[in-house]
């Protein structure tokens, strides 16, 4: 009778499919970064229609001209759409190119082709929000006393909107980027 020698079992690489799911926290913040834009954007929408949203009436008057109208409402639209494209990290769309795309439509996504965007528009956004919270301690003399007092609470959530994707980025990257084996010594 032969025995056989049992040969050691080799580890299995940790799994980090792109179709593992993402944790729920991650999911929360892609969903929680649209509705932090969406009050700056309303506000801007307001002053596209004419309203002064808190402005005093010399102060509105830039705000009047079409190309001002043109840029607040460019601006609303690019940012939400902006906000909303941090669902696709944690979405199956941000994975694989959905079939109605031409040329692309049903290819995977590579990762480092949603990471380096997101990541670069994480410390972007870090850096342009970050004095936000100072916004009362600066003159606002083209304001009414409550508009300051609106625009300020309006835009704080945006402080939050860089490290919220930064943070959203960091797990779709942990969860599409294949681990390299590390070599035993």
Not at 41 to 69: D, H, I, N, Q
Not at 162 to 167: E, F, N
């Amino acid at each position: 009778m032969r025995i056989r020698e049992r040969q050691p079992a080799t580890p299995a690489p940790a799994p980090t499919t792109p179709s593992s799911s993402p944790p729920p926290w991650a999911v929360r913040a892609a969903r929680l970064i649209p509705l932090l834009v969406l009050p700056t954007g309303l506000w801007r929408l307001a002053m596209v229609c004419g309203l002064p949203s808190g402005y005093t009436a010399t102060g509105f008057v830039p705000f009047e001209t079409p190309g001002a109208k043109v840029w607040m409402l460019t601006l609303s639209v690019v940012c939400e759409l902006l906000a909303l494209l941090s669902l696709g990290l944690v979405r199956p769309w941000g994975e694989t190119y959905p079939r109605w795309l031409p040329i692309v439509g049903g290819r995977p996504v590579r990762p480092l082709a949603a990471v380096v965007p997101a990541a670069a528009g994480a410390l972007a956004l870090t850096a342009i929000w970050a004095a936000m919270p100072w916004w009362w301690t600066y003159p606002h003399p083209d304001m009414t006393p409550a508009g300051s007092l609106l625009v300020g609470i309006i835009y704080q959530p945006l402080v939050l909107w860089g490290p919220l994707l930064g943070a959203v980025t960091f797990s779709y990257y942990r969860r599409t980027h294949p681990r390299r084996r590390r070599a035993l010594p």
